[in-house]
């Protein structure tokens, strides 16, 4: 039936994301995998630009990019809960809307007191994912401005090693807390 179906649609989509202070196993895969993703954009731009070589700077982009990884993605999470409390407190699921719910869609007795659960279940999980998304993007967003600006503009007269290691470190660390900051 209708609800059922919208029922294991809900519980797929929101099946291991928690939205207590600690990330689930799930969420963590989500935000390494970003975050690792998007530590790789400074070494092809490092390789491209400036001429560093993976074989005379190895340990360069190794540390820095693991030390990357796990400054943005632990910075993620606090975005998500700052987002998904403003979607939750938009959009909660009121009376009306649960009544004109089951009137389009007939539901009666059993059915139609589990609407209510399924209806403010299914709203939580949208916006679960979406102040995910809005975290990745903005984190995302902090991170690669200000590598452009410590990179490119402030720390372009340092050896490009030491270039490298500080635009990256100070890019994650100010996408980390500088977000925290922002967004308070």
């Known amino acids: 039936t209708f609800l059922k179906s919208k029922k294991k649609m809900s519980e797929d989509f929101s099946l291991g ?51 990357a990884v ?29 009544e004109s719910f089951i009137q389009a869609n007939k539901l009666k007795g059993g059915d139609a007191s589990a609407v209510g659960d399924l209806l403010v279940k299914t709203q939580q999980t949208h916006s679960a994912i979406e102040a995910t998304a809005f975290s990745l993007a903005l984190n995302n967003a902090i991170f690669l401005f200000f590598l452009v600006f410590f990179g490119f503009f402030l720390a372009a007269r340092l050896p490009v090693a030491l270039n490298y290691s500080f635009a990256v470190t100070m890019s994650a660390l100010l996408s980390r807390f500088g977000s925290d900051v922002f967004l308070k």
């Open 17 to 67: 994301f928690d939205l207590g202070r600690v990330p689930s196993s799930n969420q963590n895969t989500v935000y390494y995998t970003n975050a690792f993703i998007l530590s790789l954009l400074p070494v092809y731009l490092y390789r491209a630009v400036e001429g560093m070589t993976l074989g005379e700077y190895w340990y360069y982009f190794l540390f820095v990019t693991g030390l």
């Open 70 to 98: 796990y400054i943005l993605a632990t910075g993620y999470h606090t975005v998500t809960l700052w987002a998904f409390g403003r979607l939750d407190r938009q959009r909660e699921v009121t009376k009306k809307q649960k």
